[in-house]
């Protein structure tokens, strides 16, 4: 598959680790809760500069993916994910590149350290309500319909 300019689009796995929040002790004991994302900041010196993200990244020559997406996980964060289940891919053409993403809705192993700020600017938790408000690339839009949609 090729982009804009005829040259291949870049393969770039994401990693949409998902988490149950609850509210109080009755929704823990019922498996009830709002379901939040992690979204991290990028670094001032990349493309999109400060605009928040699902954390991931290109895959390397022969690299799997769902291989891409943990690694990158590990890389950027220092966590441990599993992959829980694959989203639509979206091909996207920016200015600089022509992207093909690979998102992977993803949970922490259990004793996973917590996210840290690894190769990321910063990140956070945000419910479904919130991700509307929060400034992604624009490839990324197809991603947040199948979010709101799943999650509603």
Request: net charge negative; with cysteine.
């Amino acid at each position: 598959m090729s982009g804009q300019s005829g040259a291949p689009r870049v393969v770039v796995g994401l990693g949409i680790i998902t988490r149950t929040k609850h509210e109080n002790e009755a929704d823990a004991a019922s498996e009830r809760g709002s379901i939040e994302l992690l979204v991290t900041r990028r670094r001032p010196d990349t493309v999109f500069p400060d605009s928040w993200e699902f954390p991931g990244g290109k895959a390397d020559k022969g690299e799997a993916v769902e291989a891409c997406v943990v690694r990158e996980l590990r890389e950027e964060l220092g966590v441990e994910a599993e992959l829980a289940e694959a989203l639509t891919a979206v091909a996207h053409d920016y200015d600089h590149a022509s992207v093909i993403l690979h998102p992977w809705l993803c949970r922490l192993r259990e004793g996973s350290p917590e996210p840290r700020n690894l190769e990321v600017a910063d990140h956070r938790w945000v419910t479904i309500s919130e991700l509307p408000g929060i400034v992604l690339p624009p490839g990324n839009a197809p991603i947040v319909e199948e979010l709101m949609k799943r999650f509603r």
